[in-house]
């Protein structure tokens, strides 16, 4: 499994009022469509979200082709809008379950939030990465992003880019190794 995230730098704010705290990013929506996207015809991923995270979910990306919809909830599959949800689950453990029952290779299942649902992640031996968008600026958040320094090592130094007056870079993380 991997992560996808974009957070604030000083306060790891990541949404507000159950959206997006900062202004439209386009170079930032085109990496995070492109890190996600299946890449051929035939292969399939599975997005990985908590409820709050998918009913903010756009309806167009809610259908991509080759898209499994994954939504961790207590609430019935019916009750949820988007309609186009392919399994309800309780836990990350099950979520992660059901995208092997569904052949899913590990690296195209990407987790999206939010915030438990990173947590769960960030503690899951099976997460191997995380795609982390940095923004160096800060804006009113009532959700962040958890703690993942203790788990993940930073790969390369990213470059800065800057959209709509604000700095941001693209940074990749992979699982630190554990050795018992
Ligand atoms: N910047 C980013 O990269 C990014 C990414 C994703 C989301 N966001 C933002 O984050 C906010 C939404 O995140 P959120 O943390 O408030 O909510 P969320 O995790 O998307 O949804 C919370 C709900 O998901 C279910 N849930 C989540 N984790 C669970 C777990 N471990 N076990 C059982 N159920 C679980 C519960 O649903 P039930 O109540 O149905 O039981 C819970 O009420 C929005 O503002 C969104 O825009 C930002």
């Known amino acids: ?53 998918w009913i903010s979910t756009k309806e167009d990306e809610s259908k991509a082709p080759g898209v499994i919809n994954i939504v961790i909830t207590s609430k019935p599959k019916e009750s949820l809008i ?30 999206m939030g939010g915030h438990d649902v990173y947590k769960a992640a960030i503690e899951h031996p099976f997460c191997s990465y995380l795609h982390l968008t940095r923004l160096f600026a800060e804006f009113e958040t009532d959700t962040s992003f ?15 880019h800057k959209e709509n007056g604000i700095k941001y870079q693209f940074e990749v993380y992979e699982r630190m190794k554990t050795y018992q």
Request: hydrophobic share 35%; with cysteine.
């Open 1 to 53: 499994m991997k992560i996808v995230a974009a957070m604030c730098d000083k306060s790891r704010g990541i949404g507000m009022s159950n959206g997006i705290p900062w202004p439209y990013l386009p170079g930032d929506d085109i990496y995070y469509r492109t890190l996600v996207a299946p890449k051929h015809q035939d292969q399939r991923t599975a997005n990985i979200k908590g409820r709050l995270t």
């Open 82 to 111: 988007p309609t186009n949800v392919h399994y309800t689950c309780s836990s990350l453990e099950d979520a992660h379950q059901y995208a092997l029952d569904c052949n899913i290779a590990e690296d195209d299942m990407w987790i």
């Open 146 to 160: 958890p703690p993942f320094e203790h788990q993940f090592k930073l790969t390369k130094d990213p470059e800065v």
